[in-house]
């Protein structure tokens, strides 16, 4: 049985630390047939070197994402390698079954709610420098679902969860209030917002 995922309303808000003018956080969400592929970085620390490190993994990630996502997750940590490293989730939609897979390291933060209330975890360590084995989880995803995926400098607390039900005009904008409500002035802050089902 399919699901009626394509119409999706995708939504990206992401800002440097105050006092920094470049960002160490990074977001991508691709489409390639029926997989969508996301992805969040946050480079450690911030600015100008916690920059770099995003770019090299904008670099990789651009180029030579895969619906393997232990593949993708082999090919950034060798190429984050002579960094300090990242936290980052990867994670790929198949619009034709609803199934999502997610793995993740770090402080990153996967949120989906809807139908039911779901969080999937990363295990800790940073891409690029020590962790254990991150493991693929898998969820499935259905029409009227709306998917969050932040980096650390998003405060995961009762107010954000809170916030993850207010009915939004687009997903846009509901990134955009999360990383302005909840941002933390001392860290870079990203939020991707992805809405299943969306009609226009």
């Excluded at 620390?45 to 916690?50: E, L, M, P, Q």
Aim: proline share 2%; aromatic share 8%; with cysteine.
């Amino acid at each position: 049985m399919e699901h009626d995922l394509f119409e999706l309303d995708i939504g990206v808000y992401s800002r440097p630390c105050f006092g920094e003018r470049v960002n160490g956080d990074w977001a991508y969400v691709t489409n390639e047939g029926e997989w969508y592929f996301i992805a969040i970085i946050d480079g450690i620390g911030h600015g100008k070197n916690a920059n770099l490190i995003a770019r090299s993994a904008k670099d990789v990630l651009t180029k030579h994402w895969s619906v393997d996502l232990s593949q993708t997750i082999k090919l950034l940590d060798e190429k984050l390698s002579t960094t300090d490293g990242a936290a980052g989730a990867v994670a790929v939609l198949n619009i034709k079954t609803g199934v999502l897979n997610y793995m993740g390291v770090g402080n990153t933060i996967f949120l989906k709610t809807g139908t039911t209330s779901e969080r999937l975890y990363s295990v800790e360590g940073m891409i690029g420098g020590r962790s254990r084995k991150p493991r693929q989880q898998n969820l499935m995803i259905k029409k009227k679902d709306v998917l969050f995926f932040c980096t650390d400098g998003i405060s995961y607390n009762k107010k954000l969860k809170e916030l993850e039900n207010l009915k939004s005009p687009s997903a846009s904008v509901l990134a955009k209030n999360i990383v302005l409500s909840f941002g933390s002035e001392f860290d870079d802050a990203t939020c991707i917002v992805i809405k299943t089902g969306y009609e226009s």
